[in-house]
């Protein structure tokens, strides 16, 4: 077997500034060793894997990992850089980044090797030595545990406990989307934890090597369950009738001190919730926690996971019509179909392809909204019924409103038709006729004849209203918008307002589109006025947070509003009512300007595609200001100075941590 790491892949000098530029060094360290043999559909799939969840841990350390199918065998390159990298972690940039490579198909024998390294990530001997090595060949060595002493004679067995003295015994379940890393980080942090209190725990890792269930007696002698996952956990069943606390998987990896004693404290409590079958949807397991969630909450959850799938088809088709717009003018609506009529060499017919394409994306959202909101709630089951009726809701004219409603009535159909009891004979065909055929037909039914036109008759007034907006009616509006999508920077404030404006452009007049544009602009406000607070008062900030704003300036330019994250969670007592000020000043100045747009994502990059933009430029340049003004006076008159040191920064809260529904 090859060694998965030589020399060659090692470099103690690592000059990159950036994750993207520290991965594509140590990438091409592997393409040179015959490792990878595309370096940029492999660098493809280390940031699509970086955009599920930040890489980067506590301690210094970033570990960018993916499986590719142009990695030709499992393989890790190590850089040690001495000015730091930015990967997301919360206590800052890290100095020690281990790419990991591993081929689609990896076999199980490398996969656990590549988990025993995430686990000696833990380690501070380890990781002290790999800062003190200078030479690539001992560090490769140390990486690979060539240096590592025998194991110890195993301790002579001691009697057994008897039940008045025996520990408080756990079994924890970890896992993440891709299996590789933090799935055996957050196994090795619990299982510290739950040493330093004295507890036992028994962990099952679900990665990518495939998982060893732990042992029934284990998990029928346990006191407490610990999950902590990002993607569902498998044969869930198992664990019913526990004390649960359920989690993502970083925050094992973070605060893994925390869950143990939450976990105690709910068996000293007498709680026995059982976790839900295994049939919640990935997106809604990804940040619960507690199994006891209000109706509110599940409510919310239902909604954003509806919209998050949303996205996309917005934002292809929206961006596609812009620049069919851009090219061949408001006239190219009237275009026939490029399938008769198409010319490669007419920039009309380019024009009215874009256009028509884009209309054909555009046409899934209602369908995808309701599909998948009936997919939060009741998993597969609920997706027949959920585009059945989204379908409906377009043919109707009920349009966005209409598809949250049928995404609602068809997860609730399929969850009520799920409670009835069905004789054994008939269980094999409840799932694949008898659900499909009884919920889609009471779906249709509904919005056909009972609640569709009532909600259509709405929607029709509230795109009316939408277009005959002027005035302080449009002023209120855009100030009601803007601080909205910057009261919790991607958070369900934000994606409720987003959602508004995107649900506009499916029925545009002047209106909606004014609408469309005061949420991008309040939305890039927050990460531009921190970009431009740490460049103008810099000592008020730490120094991760003046790297941070570098990145900010991008990222509020390009309409994504969780640059200003960071900033937020070490201080949201200052920066979220500065962000929300210039907010309000930018709404405000888009809906007084008229400034209108077709495009639901963009940022700077569609300003031609913009109504009035340069007077739309004024409004963000006026709510940047405003945020940046108001934090720095909020900052002085507290704290003349900020240290420079990146572990005084607060770790993100869980609300604080989504993206913005353009970055979702």
Avoid at 127 to 134: M, W
Avoid at 378 to 394: C, E, S, T
Avoid at 502 to 507: Q, R
Avoid at 509 to 532: F, I, R, Y
Wanted: hydrophobic share 50%; glycine share 10%; aromatic share 6%.
């Amino acid at each position: 077997m090859t060694e998965l790491i030589t020399a060659e892949l090692v470099d103690t000098d690592l000059t990159a500034d950036t994750k993207q530029a520290a991965a594509r060094s140590l990438a091409e360290r592997m393409v040179a060793a015959g490792r990878v043999t595309d370096l940029e559909g492999f660098l493809t799939d280390v940031a699509a894997r970086e955009e599920q969840m930040p890489t980067g841990l506590e301690g210094g350390i970033g570990i960018p990992h993916c499986r590719s199918e142009h990695v030709t065998e499992p393989t890790l390159a190590f850089g040690r850089s001495a000015r730091g990298i930015d990967f997301g972690a919360p206590d800052g940039p890290a100095d020690l980044v281990f790419l990991i490579a591993a081929p689609a198909g990896a076999d199980t024998d490398h996969l656990t090797i590549l988990s025993a390294l995430a686990r000696r990530l833990a380690d501070e001997e380890f990781t002290a030595a790999l800062r003190a090595e200078g030479d690539p060949v001992r560090a490769a060595a140390l990486i690979r545990g060539d240096d590592e002493q025998p194991p110890a004679a195993p301790a002579p067995e001691r009697p057994a406990p008897t039940v008045t003295d025996r520990p408080f015994r756990i079994v924890a379940v970890t896992s993440c989307p891709t299996g590789i890393a933090h799935t055996y980080m957050a196994a090795e942090a619990l299982q510290r934890a739950a040493e330093a209190e004295g507890v036992e725990i028994a962990v099952e890792t679900q990665g990518s090597a495939g998982f060893t269930r732990l042992d029934p007696a284990v998990i029928a002698a346990a006191d407490a369950v610990v999950l902590a996952h990002d993607v569902e956990v498998r044969e869930k069943a198992r664990f019913a009738g526990k004390p649960t606390v359920d989690t993502g998987v970083k925050a094992a990896i973070n605060r893994p001190a925390e869950l143990v004693a939450e976990a105690r404290a709910r068996a000293e409590r007498g709680e026995t919730g059982a976790p839900a079958p295994d049939r919640a949807a990935p997106m809604d397991r990804q940040a619960s926690g507690s199994e006891r969630e209000g109706f509110g909450t599940r409510l919310r959850t239902w909604l954003m996971t509806g919209v998050s799938y949303m996205v996309p088809f917005v934002a292809a088709g929206g961006l596609l019509i812009a620049l069919a717009f851009a090219v061949g003018g408001y006239g190219i609506t009237e275009a026939p179909s490029v399938a008769e009529h198409f010319r490669w060499t007419e920039t009309a017919s380019w024009a009215a392809l874009m256009f028509q394409i884009g209309g054909a994306a555009f046409s899934f959202l209602v369908p995808v909204l309701a599909g998948y909101i009936a997919y939060g709630m009741a998993d597969r089951p609920g997706l027949v019924p959920g585009f059945v009726g989204g379908a409906i809701a377009v043919t109707i004219e009920a349009g966005f409103l209409g598809g949250l409603v049928a995404g609602l009535l068809a997860g609730a159909v399929v969850m009520a038709i799920q409670r009835v009891e069905v004789p054994a004979v008939l269980r094999g065909i409840v799932p694949v006729v008898v659900i499909p055929l009884l919920s889609a037909a009471v779906v249709g039914f509904l919005m056909f004849v009972v609640v569709g036109k009532p909600i259509a008759s709405f929607q029709r007034a509230m795109t009316d209203w939408l277009g005959g907006l002027s005035g302080g009616n449009a002023v209120l509006l855009g100030v009601l918008l803007g601080l909205m999508m910057c009261f919790d920077l991607g958070g369900p404030v934000n994606k409720v307002a987003y959602a508004f404006a995107v649900g506009g452009l499916a029925t545009p007049n002047d209106g909606s589109l004014k609408v469309m544009a005061t949420v991008m602009a309040a939305g890039m406000v927050p990460p531009l006025g921190m970009a431009l607070a740490t460049t103008v008062r810099g000592r008020l900030f730490s120094r991760a947070e003046r790297e941070n704003g570098k990145a900010a300036w991008v990222l509020g330019g390009s309409f994504i509003t969780e640059g200003a994250i960071p900033f937020a969670a070490a201080d949201p007592l200052r920066v979220i009512p500065s962000a929300m000020a210039g907010g309000a000043v930018t709404g405000a100045l888009s809906m007084a300007f008229g400034a209108t747009l077709r495009a639901p994502h963009g940022g700077v990059f569609v300003v031609p595609l913009i109504g009035r933009p340069l007077l739309y430029l004024v409004a963000i340049a006026a709510g940047t200001l405003v945020t940046a003004a108001l934090v720095v006076l909020l900052k002085s008159r507290r704290h003349p100075a900020a240290p420079d040191h990146p572990t005084t920064e607060a770790e993100p809260s869980p609300n604080l941590a989504a993206k913005t529904p353009a970055a979702a």
